[in-house]
Structures are given as structure tokens and as C-alpha cells.
């Protein structure tokens, strides 16, 4: 049986509450804007010369030129504020959880597109677990100094089957929003629960983590500046270590993926291409790819980077994917969720997709038009957890 799911976390953000602020302060215009018309720059370039010469599932030319060119234009006046012009009247952004929205689940805009091996079949249905998985949490000492908590909670979902076997199991981890917050608005095990029971997708631990109440509250699942906290090590290096631990895992970068929506898109995108002898996978519903972005969904993203361009250009996904060797770039999977035509979201997503194919990097990618809010989580993750299992196959994760 599943642990009954209380309401969500009281540190959780509040998923009526869109676009919420969390004390900061808009940024002025600050050196960072030459960097972030550069890389948006050169994503342009990217659908002029990398991919396919006509549009694809992956590849939306009428939102590259128009959503990637604004951005570009508005981050040429500062990309701290850049972005609010091409964001006005977007949902609610990643401070607090989008609140769930009454539009109808649209189907994908085709099939996804990747350079990953087609037909690389489901080696993981030659041991498949049915019934419901089980729910068991632990707590971690907190990644920072001050803040008004000491310990960081971890949930873990455990397929069907876990306790009886002597499986060993990939695992994909979830950052910064609570079990509860995913469970409450889309039925996480249940869904996980009727996916593998299914053989749709392998019998995985799935490791969920938020960690609230440090001292920059907005953590961007960065390593702080100026010392405080160190949530970036503590996600790609303590959780990870302390799950191998506590588990029966495949204690490979091959057999963990990294997932996340809103903010936590970026938080997966940044964790995988920036730790990519860890997660060789990163799903980002719905994120954004240039750290320390301000925009009014990102108002104070900047904070965990104290405003400085270097630190924010260490850690942006659009600069680290091509800083892959050969190897990690052959392992390494982006399986990237957006609405191409949403106001911030969907510039965002267009120039990571030109940005890694560019540099070599398989992507999935899958359009939806959805608006940021949890049924495009609902509705995109099974496809998306199933491009990854489709990975893992190719890597040899299942034997």
C-alpha cells in the first residue's frame, strides 16, 4: 500500500499562488546581457545549420522565429530583465509550483524525435513487477548554513516487487518539488504504479527531494557564491551516494536520469550536463536554460548567483552542453517538454534543442500545447519516462 499523502508540504510552493515572488528584488541591467544574447544568438544559428532541413516533431521554425528572435532582441537590453518582454502574460513560473489548469490535455504534436537507437525494444519486460509500489522516506542533513531547517527530507518510490527481489534498479531523481506537491496534482505512484505494471516502463526507484527553508529560499539547485548553501553538491554527490546506500541501485551515471518542472527543468538540465559522470539523463518539463534568468517567472533566479555573470555562465545549460567530452555526449540524453509558442518558456526550449544538437547531444524532444501547469506534467511524463527507458535500453542498463 501506498503511505497516505497528506496535503501538501506547508514549505511547498502553492500551486494557487502563480508566478509568486520570494522577497527578492528585480535585478538592474548587469553584464550578463552580452552573454545571453550571445548564446540565444547562436541557438539561432543552430536551426539555420543543425537537425533536419524540414521542420520536424523536434524543430518548430515559426516559434524559433519569432520567440527566440524577441527573446534575443530583449536580452540584448538586458537579459536580467531581457526576458519580461517576451513573457507578459505567461503561467505562473518556478518561485511556486503552477496552479493545475482547467484546459484539456492536447496530444503531442507527433512523435518525438531523438538520435537515440530506434527500435531498441523493452529488454526490462523479462522481469515485470505488478501492484502498487511503496513509499519510505529519510532525511539528510541540510546542504547550507542558517536557514530554519537542519535536515532535508527524501521520499523514495519503490516499485512493485522491491521488497521480494534481489533486482538491482535504476533510479531517477526529482528536484525541487516534493513527492507530496507531484502526488497531490498528478498521482505520481499511481501513474509510475500502472506504467510498470503495464511493462510500459521499467521497475525504477524514483528519489524525490525539496529542499526549503535555506537561506536564499529560491536555491536554483546552485551552489551559492557566497558559501551558504551547496545544493548543487548535495543533489549530484551526498543524495546520490546516500541512495546507492540505502538501495538496491545501478550505481551508474547510465541508469540515473535527473527530472524536474518549472524550475526544476532547469535544475535537471543543469544537474546532467553539468555532472554528466552522474545523471546521464536530464527531463525538463516545461524549464528554462540560462541560469540566473530574470523574467517575471524568474524573478529572483538570480539570487543563488549573487549577480555575478561568471557564476551564472558556469552553470547555464546552454554553455555547458557544449562542453561534453565525446564520451559524455554518447551517453548523455536531454528529453526536453514545452509549449514552443508560450510566451519565456518556449524561447527557452527552442534554443536548447538548436544549442545541443549543434553540439552533438541526442535530444527527445516533446511539443505540447499545454500552458505551464501540472496537466502538461501529467501529460507529457509517461512519453517522457519512456524515452528514457528507450535510452537506458541502448546503453545496456538492462543487460
Not at 545544493?231 to 551515471?253: E, K, N, Y
Request: net charge positive.
Amino acid at each position: 500500500m501506498h503511505a497516505p499523502v497528506p496535503p501538501p508540504d506547508a514549505d511547498s510552493p502553492d500551486p494557487a499562488a502563480p508566478g509568486r515572488g520570494r522577497g527578492g528584488r528585480r535585478r538592474g541591467l548587469r553584464p550578463l546581457a552580452a552573454l545571453g544574447a550571445l548564446l540565444l544568438a547562436a541557438a539561432i544559428g543552430g536551426l539555420a545549420v543543425a537537425g533536419p532541413t524540414s521542420p520536424s516533431a523536434d524543430q518548430h521554425p515559426a516559434a524559433a522565429a519569432g520567440g527566440i528572435v524577441a527573446a534575443s532582441a530583449a536580452a540584448g537590453s538586458g537579459s536580467r530583465a531581457g526576458t519580461a518582454a517576451a513573457t507578459t502574460g505567461a503561467a505562473s513560473g518556478p518561485a511556486g509550483a503552477p496552479a493545475p489548469s482547467s484546459a484539456p490535455a492536447a496530444p503531442p504534436a507527433g512523435p518525438a524525435s531523438a538520435t537515440t537507437a530506434a527500435g531498441a525494444g523493452a529488454p526490462w519486460t523479462a522481469w515485470t513487477p505488478t501492484g502498487r509500489g511503496s513509499v519510505t522516506t529519510f532525511s539528510l542533513p541540510a546542504p547550507w548554513t542558517g536557514g530554519t531547517v537542519r535536515r532535508v527530507q527524501v521520499v523514495a518510490y519503490l516499485p512493485a516487487g522491491y521488497a521480494t527481489s534481489t533486482q538491482s534498479y535504476p533510479v531517477v531523481y526529482e528536484a525541487p518539488f516534493s513527492f507530496n506537491l507531484f502526488n497531490t496534482w498528478i498521482g505520481i505512484a499511481a501513474k509510475l504504479d500502472a506504467e510498470i505494471s503495464s511493462g510500459a516502463l521499467p521497475a525504477s526507484i524514483y528519489v524525490f527531494v525539496q529542499p526549503a527553508h535555506s537561506p536564499i529560499h529560491d536555491t536554483e539547485c546552485a551552489d551559492s557564491v557566497d558559501g551558504r548553501q551547496w545544493v548543487d553538491t548535495f543533489l549530484s554527490t551526498t543524495l546520490v551516494q546516500a541512495v546507492d546506500q540505502r538501495f538496491r541501485t545501478i550505481p551508474t551515471a547510465a541508469a540515473r536520469a535527473v527530472m524536474g518542472f518549472s524550475q526544476g527543468g532547469f535544475c535537471a538540465a543543469m544537474l546532467a550536463l553539468q555532472h554528466p559522470d552522474v545523471f546521464a539523463t536530464a527531463i525538463s518539463i516545461s524549464g528554462y536554460y540560462q541560469a540566473g534568468i530574470v523574467s517575471s517567472q524568474t524573478p529572483v533566479a538570480w539570487m543563488p548567483f549573487g549577480g555575478r555573470a561568471s557564476a551564472e555562465a558556469a552553470v547555464s545549460p546552454l554553455g555547458l552542453v557544449a562542453r561534453l567530452t565525446p564520451a559524455q555526449r554518447h551517453a548523455a540524453l536531454l528529453i526536453l517538454e514545452a509549449d514552443p509558442a508560450q510566451p519565456f518558456y518556449g524561447p527557452q526550449y527552442t534554443a536548447m534543442l538548436a544549442t545541443a544538437r549543434r553540439a552533438g547531444v541526442a535530444v527527445v524532444a516533446v511539443p505540447m500545447q499545454l500552458p505551464h501547469s501540472w496537466p502538461v506534467v501529467a501529460a507529457s511524463l509517461p512519453r517522457m519516462l519512456a524515452a528514457l527507458a528507450q535510452h537506458q535500453a541502448r546503453l545496456g542498463v538492462f543487460g
